[in-house]
């Protein structure tokens, strides 16, 4: 079965500073995982995806995240947060084959960005 | 661009009250999805369908029913509305084939049962 963590419901930055949103999975079939950004009152917008064509995938909006099989990670970054970064993220796992794209989703981060 | 729309931003229903909630998509996709998001708990399938008059029930698909009548139109229906059902619901659709292919989300309706 497949699962989502994500740590920490809310993160708070400074403008300028380091963005890193934790998302850790379990998966008994190879792994799809996204990334979804929330802005206030709107509904979810794909940021990146990761479909094991290349390990560090680049997003949108200069976000990042890297798929680490090990760590059983897939962590986002972005090396220099903006205002507009404010918004609940969210992690997602597909579940796999056969399954119409179903995909479970973490708990969301919270992200403030402190100017 | 994917666009998918829902009939309502806000709604306001009372206790007991049938409740519709409308879904449309304009890009042909064959897969459709109905959740719910509370906080601390993310998105959470209400239910899934695949293709039109096909439905399959999601995690917490208890209080709800769904019609799909027309690919592009996926309802939602609370038979009798309760206050643990206020929410925000949100509508997704997605291609059918293919396991790396994203959803495509709505703005989301918020819906208060008092």
């Known amino acids: 079965a497949q699962s989502v963590t994500q740590l920490g419901s809310h993160v708070s930055v400074s403008e300028g500073a380091l963005v890193l949103l934790r998302c850790n999975y379990s998966s008994s079939v190879p792994p799809y995982l996204f990334w979804y950004v929330q802005y206030p009152n709107q509904g979810l917008q794909l940021l990146l995806k990761y479909t094991s064509a290349a390990t560090l995938v680049k997003g949108i909006n200069g976000f990042e995240a890297e798929f680490k099989k090990s760590e059983t990670s897939f962590h986002l970054t972005k090396p220099s947060a903006h205002m507009s970064d404010a918004a609940e993220y969210f992690c997602a796992v597909s579940k796999g084959n056969n399954q119409g794209g179903k995909l479970i989703f973490g708990q969301g981060t919270e992200l403030s960005v402190k100017p | 661009d994917v666009k998918v729309t829902q009939s309502s931003r806000y709604l306001v229903k009372r206790t007991g009250e049938k409740v519709f909630l409308e879904c449309v998509q304009d890009?042909?996709?064959?897969?459709m999805f109905w959740y719910r998001q509370d906080p601390g708990l993310g998105l959470r399938l209400i239910y899934f369908?695949?293709?039109?008059?096909?439905?399959e029930k999601g995690d917490i698909p208890e209080g709800y029913s769904v019609s799909r009548e027309k690919k592009e139109r996926f309802s939602l229906i609370l038979e009798s509305a309760s206050t643990n059902q206020t929410s925000m619901y949100l509508c997704?659709?997605?291609?059918?084939?293919?396991?790396?292919?994203?959803?495509?989300f709505g703005p989301g309706t918020r819906l208060t049962v008092t």
């Open positions: 369908s695949y293709d039109v008059k096909m439905k």
């Open positions: 997704a659709s997605r291609i059918g084939t293919g396991v790396s292919y994203e959803q495509y």
């Open positions: 890009m042909d996709h064959e897969n």
